[in-house]
């Protein structure tokens, strides 16, 4: 996949930041000194953090040497890595924080990862994820309906496998044999789109875009988007004042490191849900 487009991505930078604002204000027991975005991208997730623990080391992570050059800019103050987090990470040490908002879904191997990433925790450490959970979405299943079409199937053989998608039981059924202090939620936000262009702009920053770099030419990418938009306005009606309501669901969880006391302490798992 050709590397990311930050000044695309943060077109809705306000709508993109909030889950982690969201997220960080759940990390309420850990106090953490030393800290890693993990799937930073252009570094506002990582600021988050920054912000609300200022006197902590933080290093934000990323494989796009695009997202970094614009965090670098962005925040000089903090310590930027262009690295694969899917990719052996030992070196980096061990951390009291452990965070990745909207990053992982481009990451294969699920139970791998989570695993690799709690076992970078010191005792004591929480990991700390958000991944969105696109799968009963429209967006998903019109961008599905579309490239499997007469009019664009057998284009997009190189989509397969780019994004790992997973519901809340799936990553339940893997933090509950990492830690017995577990919540995990789902939050759907309501985001109001001008038009139904701007829901295209949106996913092209993301779920589009592999599809998008499978038309190697500008004219065929145009058309796809076109044709993407149309669809998109049988799915999401026009609202009372002309606008778009944009429902979008993310998956939460964070999981605290506690050795010692795994094998005695009560399951705690919370579910949340804003629907």
Request: proline share 5%; hydrophobic share 40%; with cysteine.
């Amino acid at each position: 996949m050709s590397d990311w487009e930050p000044n695309l991505y943060l077109k809705f930078d306000r709508e993109r930041t909030q889950p982690s604002i969201d997220l960080s204000m759940k990390i309420l027991t850990v106090r953490p000194r030393r800290m890693i975005d993990i799937g930073c991208g252009p570094g506002n997730s990582t600021n988050v953090l920054k912000v609300r623990w200022p006197q902590a080391e933080i290093i934000g992570l990323d494989s796009s040497n695009a997202m970094i050059a614009e965090a670098r800019a962005k925040y000089p103050m903090i310590e930027w890595l262009c690295a694969d987090a899917s990719g052996d990470l030992t070196q980096l040490g061990k951390f009291d924080l452990v965070f990745s908002n909207a990053a992982i879904q481009w990451m294969p191997r699920h139970e791998q990862l989570l695993r690799k990433l709690f076992n970078m925790l010191n005792a004591g450490g929480m990991l700390a994820i958000q991944v969105p959970n696109t799968e009963r979405m429209p967006v998903y299943i019109e961008l599905g309906k579309l490239a499997a079409s007469d009019k664009w199937k057998g284009r997009f053989a190189e989509v397969a496998g780019v994004h790992s998608m997973h519901d809340a039981s799936f990553y339940y059924d893997i933090i509950c044999g990492l830690s017995d202090e577990v919540d995990l939620w789902e939050t759907r936000y309501f985001h109001v789109m001008n038009t139904h262009a701007d829901i295209v702009k949106w996913y092209s920053s993301t779920g589009l875009k592999p599809y998008l770099d499978c038309l190697k030419d500008d004219a065929p990418r145009a058309e796809f988007q076109m044709d993407f938009e149309n669809a998109l306005r049988g799915a999401y009606p026009v609202q009372a004042d002309g606008r778009v309501l944009f429902p979008f669901t993310r998956i939460f969880f964070t999981l605290k490191r506690d050795d010692a006391a795994k094998s005695r302490l009560p399951l705690h798992f919370k579910t949340l849900t804003s629907d």
